[in-house]
């Protein structure tokens, strides 16, 4: 059984989305759909001492463009409030050493388009994880259709036959019985938040993923997002 999962390539994502890449063989990058203002693709929350924060990156979104089109506004000084803000408020993270190098590193380079510097930290973190799933980009599928129809298609490209996706748009959009015909089963999950050690008090979920590893350590970093859970069922 051929298991894939599509999802955008986004910005220092949280823990569901790698929590879904350890539960595929192929994970499928979205990267040829229109840029969605306000998402999760230039942006995300790390955790903070009052609270949390978000770190934002500036774009150039002229003409709606696809994700893979996006480029970033590096007149802006984005990258070094980042790197300053994450090495600041996780400087006294037990695990601070094991991820503070890539942090310099990667905001110490220039990166073009947006994709280029999510796709480094997903994969960066892949093998903190040990995560073995493939990656391809919905690009170079060259898929033309839109919406269901166009997941359809990308999960017959792949060969897969069985889909896992979460529940917000796909459960009010997909058109499950087009999969069936096509001997694709799909998989409605929706991530259940594990609890872990968290600096700065109380704990908040919904943290970028570098929050965890931070404060656990890749080692049980990856325990936690194994021995998580997931509610689903196949349609």
Not at 25 to 33: A, C, I, P, R, W
Not at 60 to 81: A, F, L
Not at 104 to 130: A, P, R
Not at 193 to 199: A, E, V
């Amino acid at each position: 059984m051929k298991v894939v999962a599509i999802h955008q390539p986004e910005y220092l994502p949280w823990l569901g989305f790698f929590k879904k890449m350890m539960n595929v063989e192929l994970f499928v990058f979205l990267d040829d759909v229109q840029f969605r203002k306000k998402g999760w693709q230039n942006r995300n929350r790390i955790r903070i001492n009052d609270g949390t924060t978000l770190l934002s990156i500036p774009v150039h979104t002229h003409s709606y463009p696809k994700i893979n089109e996006v480029t970033i506004d590096n007149e802006k000084n984005w990258s070094m409030r980042h790197k300053k803000s994450i090495l600041y408020n996780y400087a006294r993270a037990p695990y601070f050493g094991e991820i503070k190098d890539f942090i310099e590193s990667i905001f110490e380079k220039k990166f073009q388009y947006l994709v280029d510097l999510n796709t480094e930290i997903i994969k960066f973190v892949m093998n903190e994880l040990e995560i073995k799933s493939k990656i391809v980009f919905s690009s170079e599928l060259e898929i033309s259709k839109k919406g269901s129809d166009r997941v359809l298609d990308i999960c017959k490209a792949v060969d897969a036959d069985h889909y896992i996706t979460g529940t917000f748009w796909a459960e009010s959009n997909l058109r499950v019985e087009e999969f069936k015909k096509s001997n694709i089963d799909v998989e409605f999950q929706k991530f259940q938040h594990p609890t872990y050690k968290q600096i700065h008090g109380e704990f908040i979920p919904e943290m970028s993923i570098i929050d965890l590893l931070f404060n656990e350590g890749r080692k049980e970093a990856k325990k936690i997002l194994q021995n998580s859970t997931s509610s689903s069922h196949i349609a």
